[in-house]
């Protein structure tokens, strides 16, 4: 038996208000949900309030076989209010002075750094600079060759080119959709097409992989000299929540077993898709799927 991957996602844990009730949600989570699927050892840091929504999420991620470092604060457990378009694309409301504002590094955390094979963390959660330093600070310490994967996951006005550039520059595989990557191009002065864009971060930023997706109109990946290009799957669409974490989920088990890139391309493409296919962030996974696959054990 394989030794399982430490992975950790870090940043926002917070209730989806979808239309249809309250969902588990926060890219870190779903991140760590999703690798927890595919086989790793799957860690969630963040923060939650002192109170009931709190004690939900602790004992709906209980549930799902995760290792949980929630710290308690005083402050309200995240939410998020959600509205999803007739194409099924979410728009989001995120509070502002929640719990996840105030993580903290413990001093357990950061011996779970330095143990880290990969670790995924965005914009959102460094919206405060008490939660910022702790992300920064974590990043820091895990070791030279681990994956640290920056979902960019731009969100409101929670971002400005500072917080953009110190986080891949902190990165060494970086994620971004095709509006993201207008966004940043615009805020760094750069011109050119699309892939032009995406081969100027790998090179200015040194990055190992860059991961660009373009919605329905299928996704990217880059690494070294190597290109995967893949359509989007045509699927029945449920809502998009956590589509793009998973993806990433996928992208990242696969970088951590060395996977060829269009191996690693195709797991990030299916299981987005499954995602897709149901309500929420984190669907259960058939035992078909979970098959098909759980390959690190």
Same mark, same amino acid.
Request: proline content about 3%; aromatic content about 10%; hydrophobic content about 40%.
């Given at each position: 038996?394989?030794? @399982?991957?430490?992975?950790?996602?870090?940043?926002?844990?917070?209730?989806?208000?979808?239309?249809?009730? @309250?969902?588990?949600?926060?890219?870190?989570?779903?991140?760590?949900?999703?690798?927890?699927? &595919?086989?790793?050892?799957?860690? /969630?840091?963040?923060?939650?309030?002192?109170?009931? #929504?709190?004690?939900?999420?602790?004992?709906?991620?209980?549930?799902?076989?995760?290792?949980?470092?929630?710290?308690?604060?005083?402050?309200? %457990?995240? %939410? $998020?209010?959600?509205? $999803?378009?007739?194409?099924?694309?979410? =728009?989001? !409301?995120?509070?502002?002075? $929640?719990?996840?504002?105030? &993580? =903290?590094?413990?001093?357990?955390?950061?011996? #779970?750094?330095?143990? %880290?094979?990969?670790?995924?963390?965005?914009?959102?959660?460094? *919206?405060?600079?008490?939660? *910022?330093?702790?992300?920064?600070?974590?990043? @820091?310490? /895990?070791? $030279?060759?681990?994956?640290?994967?920056?979902?960019?996951?731009?969100?409101?006005?929670?971002?400005?080119?500072?917080?953009? !550039?110190?986080?891949?520059?902190?990165?060494?595989?970086?994620?971004?959709?095709?509006?993201?990557?207008?966004?940043?191009?615009?805020?760094?002065?750069? %011109?050119?097409?699309?892939?032009?864009?995406?081969?100027?971060?790998?090179?200015?930023?040194?990055?190992?992989?860059?991961?660009?997706?373009?919605?329905?109109?299928?996704?990217?990946?880059?690494?070294?000299?190597?290109?995967?290009?893949?359509?989007?799957?045509?699927?029945?669409?449920?809502?998009?929540?956590?589509?793009?974490?998973?993806?990433?989920?996928?992208?990242?088990?696969?970088?951590?077993?060395?996977?060829?890139?269009?191996?690693?391309?195709?797991?990030? /493409?299916?299981?987005?898709?499954?995602?897709?296919?149901?309500?929420?962030?984190?669907? !259960?996974?058939?035992?078909?799927?979970?098959?098909?696959?759980?390959?690190?054990?």
């Amino acid at each position: 038996m394989k030794t @399982k991957f430490k992975v950790v996602g870090i940043g926002e844990v917070l209730w989806d208000m979808l239309p249809q009730g @309250k969902q588990l949600g926060g890219a870190p989570a779903n991140f760590a949900y999703h690798a927890n699927q &595919l086989g790793a050892e799957s860690y /969630v840091i963040s923060a939650i309030g002192k109170d009931a #929504l709190g004690e939900e999420i602790l004992n709906q991620l209980s549930a799902y076989d995760l290792n949980l470092r929630l710290e308690k604060v005083d402050y309200p %457990t995240g %939410t $998020v209010n959600v509205t $999803v378009s007739n194409l099924g694309i979410p =728009e989001y !409301e995120i509070i502002k002075n $929640v719990a996840w504002d105030y &993580l =903290e590094l413990t001093p357990e955390n950061i011996s #779970l750094a330095q143990q %880290t094979d990969a670790v995924c963390f965005g914009s959102l959660a460094q *919206r405060h600079e008490v939660s *910022r330093k702790a992300i920064t600070d974590f990043i @820091k310490k /895990v070791p $030279v060759n681990a994956l640290k994967i920056f979902d960019i996951n731009l969100r409101q006005n929670f971002y400005n080119k500072e917080l953009i !550039e110190n986080s891949i520059k902190l990165s060494n595989v970086l994620k971004i959709n095709d509006d993201e990557l207008k966004i940043v191009s615009e805020m760094f002065g750069w %011109t050119g097409d699309d892939e032009k864009i995406c081969q100027k971060l790998i090179e200015v930023y040194q990055l190992k992989v860059l991961a660009y997706t373009c919605g329905t109109k299928g996704s990217y990946l880059y690494k070294g000299s190597g290109k995967s290009f893949m359509d989007t799957p045509i699927v029945e669409v449920k809502d998009t929540v956590g589509a793009g974490d998973s993806f990433t989920a996928g992208l990242t088990t696969g970088l951590l077993e060395n996977k060829k890139l269009e191996e690693c391309h195709s797991r990030a /493409v299916k299981i987005s898709a499954y995602v897709c296919t149901h309500f929420g962030a984190m669907p !259960e996974y058939s035992g078909q799927l979970k098959q098909l696959f759980h390959s690190i054990l």
